[in-house]
Every structure is written in C-alpha cells, then in structure tokens.
C-alpha cells in the first residue's frame, strides 16, 4: 500500500513531504506572478513576459544542470537551490513592506527561481532511484503522479484566494515551502556511493546521445512527449470552444477540474495496471483512449460530455508516467543519471510547452472539429508508432525497463540496485520534481566516483 511506503520509510516521508511543499507553494506563486504584474499597473505582455523567463530559465538551463548535478553533491544542489529560491522569492514581500516590487525585480526572481529549479529537478530525480526497492518502485512512480495531479488542481485555486486576500501572501507561503522543504532535505540520510564516470561520458549532451541508443525507452519517451503536447493543447483548445459556445467562468472552472480529479484517481490506479500489464499494452490502451475521446470531440462538446470525458483521459494518463519513470530508473548508468533525467524533462516539457501555441494556431485555421481530428489523429499516429516496435520486440516489460546494456554500447553499464536506507523497512519514493530529494555524490573538484557526506 502507498500509506505503508510513507509510514515505514522515513527518507522517503521526507522527500514526499518536501515535494509537496515546495511543488504547492510553486503552484501558488505561479499564478500569483501576472496578477501582481497587473496590479502593479502592467500590461498582459509584461504579466505574460514573467512567466516566459521562468520557463525559458528553466528549460534552457537544464542540460547545463544535468551536467553539473552528475559531478556535484546531490544533496548539497538540492539544499542549495532550496535556500536560493527562498531568498529569491522572498524578496517580493519584503520589497513591499517599504514600496511595490519593481518590474525588473520580479523579472529577476523569476530568472533565478527558474535556474535553481533546473538544477534541483535532476538532482531530485536520483533519490527515488537510491532508496526505492524495486517492488515498491511503481507504488512510489504513482504517489508522485498524485501528488503533481494534487498540486495542479488545488495550487492555483488557493493561490487565487491568497492573492484576494493579500498581494503578497501567495509569495510569502512559497518561500516558506522552500524553507520546509530544505528543512526535511537536511534530516535526509541517504548516502549513495555514485559510479565511475567515464572519460567519453562526461559531454554535455551525454545523456541525450545514450537516451538515442535505447530504442524501447526512446520510443516510449517520443510517445509521452507527443500525448503531453496534447495534453497541454487541449487545455487552451477547452477554454477557448466553451467561451465560444457561450459557456461562463463558473461551467469553464469546474470542467477543467474534472481533468485534475482523473489525474489523482488515475495515479492511484496506475501502479496496479503497471503491475499486471505490459508496456505495450499500457501504451496501446491510453493511445486508444485518447484517440477516442478526441475523436468524440469532433463530433460534440457539451461541457457534461467534456468534464466526462476528461476525467477519463486523466485517470488513463498516469499509467504511462510511471512506465517511463521505471524505464528511466531501471536503467539508466548511476554516472549519467543527471544528464539523463535532464535530457528526458527538456523533451517532454520542451514539447508540451508548443501546445498552447499549436493549439491556437490549428483553431483559427482549422476551427474547432478540424483540430480535433488533427489531435486523434496524431495520438492514433504516435500509439501505432509506439506499440508496433514494442510489440515485436517483447524485451521491456512493464516491471523491467528498457535493457539497453547491449544496444548501448561498451559505455553503458549494469543498472545500479537502489540502496537500502539503514532504519528504513521497504525504501520507496516519488520522482517527481521535489519527491526526489538528491542523493549525494562527488561535489565539483573531488573524485566523481565518491560521495562525501555533509
């Protein structure tokens, strides 16, 4: 049972808790950003200019960061960032005790919290794969869809409400979330001993060319890549049709927490369906879901038939979340976790960050029914893509990740097992971008094939 990794894993209660402080404090600030643009007398290009930086910063510094956290102290990345991001936030509210926050400074702040967050998510990722037994690996894969399922729903919503209540509140609570989730990192006692990097393995874009070379697992990524650009379309496509139709704010709301009340059920369900299909089932199945519903779109969208039909696709989705995360973990070499887990984030957020602009232009060209089927049929497309190499393959089951060792090459090695935290029972945790608290390896300037503890 989930309840039970939480209860017997103190290292893995930590880095949960941890996550969803800082992930709902995020999601908080996040909306908070324009809406204090606004009421600073901004414009929408200057409300809209802040949200950019933060994603450009973010995407385009994490490479760079995948690099850096396979030599550094993990753990020392991930306290580090904690503390900048709450300085950086921090400084909203303390700016306005004495006048209003400036343009440039929360253009500033959003630069800053996008490069630690860039550095923190790969460091992140490493703890799941050092403390979870591999029996509890899906378990843990699917408390983390949950919680970012959780945290999509509910972030935004209370940061609207602490914004009513006081500008500054929202920001107030994010750096505060940053302070307890550095505070839970620091009681963390992992301490992993990392691999050996080698002298050809330590480029930049190490972890994008052994991504390359595992066919199964680049399929599988390609195809998650493609139904999160669909996802994050179809959000943009919703509002816009039920406005269209005549739909109202208090109709718009509710349909689309439909999607967020899938994703939570969807994640509780996704580590059974992991354990009892394969891959390629899995793949086949959620392909097939999403081709159908969007096909049913083309044909009607009452907002009853919508708010079903998207808390269908949203319970479906999760399940293929937690078959990429136990492919990632599986497999990947100890020595290029960082770069590999950076890689995997560029393409799957890097992608769905063309939804919305995708799905506005294919609405003014094509209207509402055309975009649809171009959507059905692009997941038909990318389903049969899939499933097809899977299928004949039959080399990656849904508890055994993409065996690349011989398609790798000389360079890849032997998956690492996770290691068992001392007073811990069964070791579990959450990848996602703060359930994956570091672990510590080599900072900069030392052995790279040692740890060192704090």
Not at 131 to 139: G, P, R, S, T, Y
Not at 190 to 201: I, L
Not at 246 to 251: D, E, R
Not at 392 to 397: D, F, N, Q, S, V
Request: net charge neutral; aromatic share 6%; hydrophobic share 55%.
């Amino acid at each position: 049972m989930l309840a039970g990794v939480l209860r017997t894993n103190r290292d893995f209660r930590r880095s949960f808790l941890a996550d969803l402080t800082s992930a709902l404090g995020s999601a908080m600030s996040t909306i908070a950003y324009p809406l204090l643009v606004l009421s600073l007398g901004g414009n929408a290009a200057q409300a809209g200019a802040v949200a950019t930086v933060a994603l450009v910063t973010r995407l385009g510094f994490r490479l760079p960061a995948g690099s850096l956290v396979d030599r550094w102290n993990r753990r020392r990345v991930m306290l580090t960032t904690d503390l900048v991001r709450l300085v950086a936030v921090a400084t909203i509210p303390l700016v306005a005790l004495w006048g209003s926050p400036s343009y440039a400074q929360l253009l500033v702040v959003a630069a800053v919290e996008g490069i630690a967050t860039a550095l923190f998510g790969p460091a992140n990722t490493v703890l799941t794969r050092d403390v979870v037994a591999k029996e509890d690996l899906a378990d843990a894969l699917g408390m983390g869809q949950a919680l970012q399922a959780a945290v999509s729903l509910a972030g935004p919503a209370l940061g609207g409400v602490l914004f009513a209540a006081d500008r500054m509140l929202p920001f107030a609570v994010d750096a505060l979330s940053y302070a307890v989730s550095a505070a839970l990192i620091w009681r963390i006692t992992v301490r992993p001993t990392a691999a050996e990097p080698r002298a050809e393995d330590r480029g930049l874009t190490a972890g994008i060319r052994w991504l390359v070379r595992q066919r199964e697992l680049f399929v599988i990524l390609v195809y998650a890549a493609v139904i999160n650009l669909v996802a994050a379309a179809i959000d943009v496509i919703v509002i816009l049709e039920l406005q269209a139709d005549g739909a109202s704010g208090w109709v718009i709301g509710p349909v689309l927490s439909c999607a967020g009340i899938g994703g939570i059920v969807g994640s509780l369900l996704a580590p059974w369906l992991v354990k009892r299909l394969s891959v390629p089932a899995i793949l086949l199945g959620i392909g097939v879901g999403w081709t159908a519903v969007l096909a049913v779109f083309t044909l009607t969208f009452q907002p009853g038939v919508v708010a079903a039909l998207l808390t269908l696709l949203m319970t479906l989705s999760p399940a293929a979340g937690v078959v990429v995360g136990q492919a990632l973990f599986g497999q990947t070499p100890r020595h290029l976790i960082g770069r590999v887990s950076a890689a995997t984030g560029l393409l799957l957020s890097g992608l769905a960050a063309l939804g919305p602009v995708a799905a506005g232009a294919l609405l003014q060209g094509l209207g509402g029914a055309g975009t649809w089927a171009v959507l059905a049929v692009l997941t038909a497309a990318v389903t049969a893509g899939g499933w097809i190499p899977l299928r004949a393959t039959r080399r990656l089951g849904a508890g055994a990740p993409a065996g690349a060792a011989t398609e790798a090459g000389p360079e890849a090695e032997q998956p690492v097992e996770p290691a068992v935290v001392a007073h811990a029972a069964p070791p579990g945790a959450a990848p996602t971008e703060a359930a994956a608290p570091a672990t510590p390896t080599a900072p900069a300037g030392t052995d790279p094939g040692r740890s060192s503890d704090d």
